[in-house]
């Protein structure tokens, strides 16, 4: 019997490989092993749902039946590995061993967490996948108001999308400005006057340091002695790339699963794409990169080995308060930032001392001439 290739993860990056491998080889057989329910749907879809009133059900696309039958594989769900064991080609569930041709890690990357004291943590809550939407909804059902935790992406486009589901929104988290790692100062300024404009209330610097019960609802006190009265948190302070079972089965990780430019792990026969993994040393959390991988990973599973390449990667966030394209320049690349524009109307543009354009973040009508800019941009992995 002929052992299947193996996608461990049922997000974007699994259930788009697993599409793109049937369509070029619709008979070695394939299995996916997910530590959830197995529904398809977009992650990034998740910091929509309250604006469009959608629950968790309205957010899914896909049974894990259905995808099943349409993928022509096995979908286990709520199940996970224990152990990867590379010299002999097989994993562990438990007790039981599991052959693969192929391994494919697509298992993505878990919410940070910080301990916070008081008497209500089960108050907080990441919002990863699915599940964590749904538990999110429940609990805030009836609810009024939300803390936000996290200045980043995420934390900004729930502070957008909850906003407009009708609730009052306060974002903590200890920086300067929002989207730190992103933005240009000024676009970050524009980003959050939008913000604001729906209500959102911002304090940047301190952080959170207790969450305790109140008469009516819970209190959050900061650090710098600031106390804000709310219902529940939302924690969106970054992710990080899942890494421990590959790091224990001997794989090569750094900040993800370390891969090759054909998503090849440091073993043979084991590859990695999406949020876990670090592709030729960049580890890219977005949608655009996790396509271009699944294409080319599809190809090299099917018996024509491919390199993936990046061409541009701009990333629009979903902060339709003040909408926002960016694409940071390619790492390494140094250039100077020039600033064109007026409110939340800017185009923040990063250039070379030659004249070429390196990088760029558009907020507001900007964003109208992001795809003139990409045609300048270069790549980022060619």
């Known amino acids: 019997m002929?052992?299947?290739?193996?996608?461990?993860?049922?997000?974007?990056?699994?259930?788009?490989?697993?599409?793109?491998?049937?369509?070029?080889?619709?008979?070695?057989?394939?299995?996916?092993?997910?530590?959830?329910?197995?529904?398809?749907?977009?992650?990034?879809?998740?910091?929509?749902?309250?604006?469009k009133n959608k629950d968790a059900d309205g957010l899914g696309m896909a049974e894990p039946g259905a995808m099943a039958e349409q993928l022509k594989a096995e979908v286990r769900t709520h199940t996970r590995i224990s152990g990867i064991d590379p010299g002999h080609k097989r994993l562990w569930i438990g007790e039981e061993q599991v052959p693969y041709r192929d391994l494919i890690l697509a298992w993505g990357a878990q919410t940070v967490q910080v301990p916070i004291e008081?008497?209500?943590?089960?108050?907080?809550?990441?919002?990863?996948?699915?599940?964590?939407?749904?538990?999110?909804r429940a609990a805030a059902a009836g609810k009024q108001r939300v803390l936000i935790l996290g200045a980043?992406?995420?934390?900004?486009?729930?502070?957008?999308?909850?906003?407009?589901?009708?609730?009052?929104?306060?974002?903590?988290?200890?920086?300067?400005q929002v989207m730190p790692t992103l933005l240009h100062p000024a676009a970050a300024a524009a980003v959050q006057a939008g913000l604001e404009g729906l209500g959102v209330r911002f304090h940047l610097g301190p952080v959170l340091t207790r969450l305790q019960r109140a008469a009516k609802g819970l209190e959050a006190h900061l650090s710098d002695g600031t106390l804000i009265p709310c219902d529940?948190?939302?924690?969106?302070?970054?992710?990080?790339?899942?890494?421990?079972?590959?790091?224990?089965?001997?794989?090569?990780?750094?900040?993800?699963?370390?891969?090759?430019?054909?998503?090849?792990?440091?073993?043979?026969?084991?590859?990695?794409?999406?949020?876990?993994?670090?592709?030729?040393?960049?580890?890219?959390?977005?949608?655009?990169?996790?396509?271009?991988?699944?294409?080319?990973?599809?190809?090299?599973?099917?018996?024509?080995?491919?390199?993936?390449?990046?061409?541009?990667?701009?990333?629009?966030?979903?902060?339709?308060?003040?909408?926002?394209?960016?694409?940071?320049?390619?790492?390494?690349?140094?250039?100077?930032?020039?600033?064109?524009?007026?409110?939340?109307?800017?185009?923040?543009?990063?250039?070379?001392?030659?004249?070429?354009?390196?990088?760029?973040?558009?907020t507001g009508a900007a964003v109208m001439e992001k795809l003139a800019l990409n045609r300048q941009l270069p790549a980022l992995m060619a």
């Open 2 to 51: 002929t052992a299947p290739v193996v996608i461990v993860g049922t997000g974007l990056a699994g259930y788009n490989l697993a599409r793109e491998f049937r369509k070029l080889d619709g008979e070695t057989p394939l299995l996916l092993i997910t530590a959830d329910d197995g529904r398809s749907y977009s992650k990034p879809m998740l910091s929509t749902g309250f604006a």
């Open 118 to 136: 008081g008497d209500a943590g089960e108050a907080v809550f990441p919002i990863n996948d699915l599940e964590d939407y749904a538990r999110f």
């Open 152 to 176: 980043g992406l995420i934390g900004c486009e729930f502070a957008n999308d909850m906003s407009l589901g009708g609730f009052e929104v306060e974002l903590v988290a200890p920086c300067e």
């Open 232 to 362: 529940l948190v939302v924690s969106a302070i970054g992710l990080r790339p899942r890494i421990d079972l590959a790091a224990a089965a001997g794989l090569q990780v750094n900040r993800g699963v370390v891969v090759d430019r054909h998503l090849r792990t440091s073993h043979g026969n084991i590859y990695a794409l999406g949020d876990c993994a670090e592709v030729d040393g960049l580890n890219l959390l977005y949608v655009m990169p996790l396509m271009s991988c699944a294409r080319a990973l599809a190809q090299t599973l099917a018996g024509n080995p491919t390199a993936v390449a990046y061409g541009p990667m701009p990333v629009t966030v979903k902060t339709p308060a003040c909408p926002l394209v960016v694409s940071p320049p390619p790492p390494g690349r140094e250039g100077e930032w020039q600033v064109e524009g007026q409110g939340l109307d800017l185009k923040v543009l990063c250039r070379d001392a030659d004249g070429n354009l390196l990088g760029y973040a558009l």
